[in-house]
């Protein structure tokens, strides 16, 4: 089955500060979804890479997954205490179009 | 509007009980979902339907039963509840026959004593 590692776990920065947040999996990605939790509430979805070499941007976050489909990175400028909360990443194998695995998550601080 | 609704919100009840949580969506997406965050904030997928069938159920106690009426709706019903079920429970849609994005509940809290 597939899993994927998130790194760091959790994450403190001062606000204004830029972060990267890893995901990497053991096995090719079909897609790879990026999604935020804040405390308490269900996940938003944030962007879907599908093809190598993708990068997206959605205001101050952009994603991108490598070349070979195993690693996205998750990269915030200019952080805000708006961006604090669970980063997590989900990924699709390709073989069932009805599941996605998710990481164990990142925990964003942004201190003000 | 809210997209994706769970009720309820909080849940406690005591071992051994038989309870509920109900799920809809109002986007015309043809698969839901069920997940399970425990205390580590680990998400896991517990079951898919599409079109009102089964698609994925993911070694999930047959405690667990998912009831879908009608596409609009998940409910899952869980018998003789046990303490390890204490988790957040949450629900999800999709467009149907592929993934794309999840649009997920704000999740519903179950406490077992």
């Known amino acids: 089955s597939q899993e994927l590692e998130q790194s760091p776990q959790s994450l403190i920065v001062q606000e204004g500060k830029n972060l990267t947040i890893n995901c990497t999996s053991s096995?090719?990605?079909?897609?790879l979804y990026w999604y935020k939790q804040k405390y308490g509430e269900g996940l938003i979805f944030l962007m879907m890479?599908?093809?190598?070499?993708e990068e997206k941007s959605h205001e101050k976050i952009t994603a991108k997954l490598d070349e070979k489909k195993q690693q996205s990175s998750l990269h915030i400028t200019a952080s805000q205490p708006s961006h604090a909360g669970i980063y997590l990443c989900?990924?699709?194998?390709?073989?069932?179009?009805?599941?996605?695995?998710f990481g164990k998550g990142t925990l964003l601080t942004v201190n003000p | 509007d809210t997209a994706v609704s769970q009720t309820p919100k909080y849940l406690v009840t005591q071992m051994g009980n038989d309870k509920s949580i109900k799920c809809e969506q109002n986007?015309?997406?043809?698969?839901m979902y069920w997940y399970k965050q425990d205390s580590k904030k680990f998400l896991k997928i517990m079951f898919s339907?599409?079109?009102?069938?089964?698609?994925i159920n993911e070694t999930v106690p047959n405690r667990f039963s998912p009831k879908s009426p009608d596409k609009a709706h998940l409910n899952l019903h869980i018998n003789s509840l046990e303490l390890g079920d204490s988790a957040v429970y949450f629900c999800?849609?999709?467009?149907?026959?592929?993934?794309?994005?999840?649009?997920f509940g704000p999740g519903t809290r179950l406490t077992v004593t």
């Open positions: 096995k090719t990605l079909y897609g």
């Open positions: 986007l015309g997406h043809d698969t």
């Open positions: 890479l599908q093809k190598g070499g």
């Open positions: 339907y599409n079109n009102k069938e089964l698609i």
């Open positions: 989900g990924a699709d194998s390709g073989g069932s179009n009805y599941k996605l695995t």
């Open positions: 999800a849609s999709s467009p149907g026959g592929q993934i794309y994005e999840q649009y």
